[in-house]
């Protein structure tokens, strides 16, 4: 079968990025980030950012600091050197077959596969921490909160949970199938693919996994090569520690990807851009395979002159500069507050950036890197626009050789340029002024709908409204970020910022499926169900089929009377 990239010859395919970003001017197919290109078409060149080499079991292993280029002809050598269609094929159906002998679907293969991830966790924690930071430079705390933290919390939930959420749900019965009973039986898809992103490389892998194992399926995790060092390390540590005829893990670029999407799959679930999700439920669609896609987009926050000023720019620094370095899905992409209101604001937020992270917060250890180069080069170029650069009110400084970008914030940038087009995923934060608060809900919704949206205030009446008024995958009213940590709440977007959710209880949901059963004993068989329809028959068959009692009675007794 023809690769998926070489089905698409309309596009010049230029750098390897299959990971959560923005769209834009920065858009890519399959991890490739493209541009259309009419002209050239399958002599494009492709540049990697890591030399590959063969790797055992399904991997590449691949250096950090070296690059190479092939045109698609090696491509294509190198898939099949490595890991292509006919690898991709041959490991599904080794899942298919362990999850067909019915390993995975007792409690017990469940279980046992949750307590040993965390295990994993618990034992390999030191090694996690040294893989982000050689990822993202991710400081230790940040990885503990939000990798270490939330990976262990979701597994001690399903560990403790895992019981009742196997149970069937015992349902009501129809009066017109009586007797009988009816439930709702959770069962396992069968065998499902995990594409995980760069910017929480190991809770973004190991939280969706977590979902597929308690739900009873076999997995297949592909992590993100844009963050080489953790998935080299869940390669490992997935090989360890879990069932290798159940879960495995491939590793690679885009070729692998392309040959995992060709294979049919019960269940795929993708973390990454809006971009990269339309081919995946593309390639999905061929097999009618349900999809579930994280994605992002530019989640908004208000601020309401009404508030509490001092905590609200802590929290909005903690949801933005503070969260990865604003590398994060759910993240504050910008703010919108009044004209008269947005100088105060931005002084706040200068004042507490400095306390945060010292007058040169290039220096500071509390703050992520950008994740590579390209990433790095793509900020500037945001950020550089002639309408734009001239709109900083604070930071802009840059650091190429350690990837590093100043928390910035730009007022009033035009709504036409790319920093209020596409999704920043960066520490570039836009200040959008509006005459009155209210006016906030239309610029918001003349966009694509957030995953998340945020609102500070003290005005019950402007949270009423917020809510009712704004539609987006999940809101927050006075802080940041936080809703993701509630598993009694499904996390997940809509429109343009995915479909699906999961966290907690809707993890095993994601990747199961109900089915509905109803058992009916021999007895009360009655005649009216079958033919021939006589007026008598059709009178009582209706009543019994409308449930209405008084209907059902008049019809038995004229049924009597005859």
């Not at 903690?318 to 992409?333: L, M, S, T």
């Amino acid at each position: 079968m023809p690769s998926l990239l070489l089905r698409l010859p309309l596009f010049q395919f230029q750098e390897v990025s299959f990971g959560c970003s923005s769209d834009g001017a920065a858009r890519r197919i399959l991890g490739f980030h493209y541009r259309q290109n009419i002209k050239q078409k399958q002599s494009s060149v492709l540049s990697f950012p890591h030399s590959t080499s063969i790797y055992p079991s399904y991997s590449i292993s691949r250096s950090s600091s070296s690059c190479c280029s092939a045109t698609l002809s090696v491509v294509a050598d190198e898939v099949k050197r490595t890991f292509g269609t006919s690898e991709a094929s041959s490991l599904v159906e080794e899942l298919r077959q362990s999850f067909r002998s019915g390993r995975t679907k007792s409690y017990e293969w469940r279980i046992s596969q949750l307590k040993s991830i965390l295990r994993m966790v618990e034992e390999k924690e030191k090694d996690i921490y040294e893989a982000l930071y050689k990822d993202l430079a991710k400081p230790e705390i940040d990885a503990f909160l939000s990798e270490i933290a939330m990976t262990k919390s979701s597994c001690k939930l399903a560990i403790e949970q895992l019981s009742t959420w196997m149970k069937p749900e015992e349902v009501k019965a129809s009066f017109a199938t009586y007797p009988s009973s009816a439930k709702i039986v959770p069962e396992p898809l069968g065998v499902v693919l995990v594409i995980s992103t760069w910017n929480f490389p190991f809770l973004l892998s190991i939280d969706p996994v977590i979902g597929a194992i308690s739900a009873g399926n076999a997995v297949v995790l592909k992590p993100s090569e844009i963050a080489p060092a953790t998935s080299s390390l869940l390669l490992n540590l997935i090989e360890q520690y879990l069932d290798r005829s159940a879960v495995r893990v491939v590793e690679g670029a885009v070729p692998e990807t392309t040959a995992l999407l060709e294979q049919q799959w019960d269940k795929i679930f993708y973390t990454g851009s809006a971009m990269v999700g339309r081919i995946v439920m593309t390639a999905a669609a061929k097999h009618l395979t349900p999809v579930v896609l994280e994605l992002g987009g530019k989640c908004p926050a208000i601020v309401d002159s009404n508030t509490n000023l001092e905590v609200t720019v802590r929290r909005i620094i903690a949801g933005k500069w503070q969260c990865n370095n604003a590398q994060a899905c759910i993240g504050v992409d910008y703010l919108i507050t009044t004209k008269d209101f947005a100088p105060k604001l931005i002084e706040a937020l200068k004042a507490r950036v400095e306390e945060f992270f010292g007058k040169d917060p290039m220096e500071s250890k509390d703050m992520s890197r950008i994740v590579s180069l390209h990433h790095f080069n793509r900020l500037v170029r945001i950020l550089d626009e002639d309408k734009v650069s001239k709109k900083i009110v604070h930071g802009g400084r840059r650091d190429q050789n350690r990837l590093k970008i100043a928390p910035t914030i730009v007022l009033d940038p035009p709504r036409d340029s790319s920093i209020m087009q596409e999704e920043i995923f960066g520490p570039l934060l836009p200040v959008v002024t509006v005459e009155s608060i209210n006016d906030s809900f239309a610029e918001i919704n003349s966009r694509p709908k957030p995953l998340a949206a945020y609102l500070f205030t003290n005005d019950e009446k402007l949270k009423s409204d917020f809510i009712e008024n704004v539609s987006s995958g999940g809101m927050l009213i006075n802080d940041t970020v936080l809703h993701v940590s509630i598993d009694t709440l499904p996390f997940g977007g809509v429109g343009e910022s995915g479909m699906g959710s999961y966290h907690g209880k809707y993890s095993f949901e994601a990747f199961s499926h109900k089915k509905s059963v109803l058992i009916r004993s021999f007895s009360g068989d009655a005649t009216v169900r079958y033919p021939p329809y006589t007026p008598r028959k059709t009178k009582l068959l209706k009543a019994l089929v409308n449930g209405n009692i008084f209907e059902i009675i008049l019809a038995l007794l004229w049924w009597s009377k005859d």
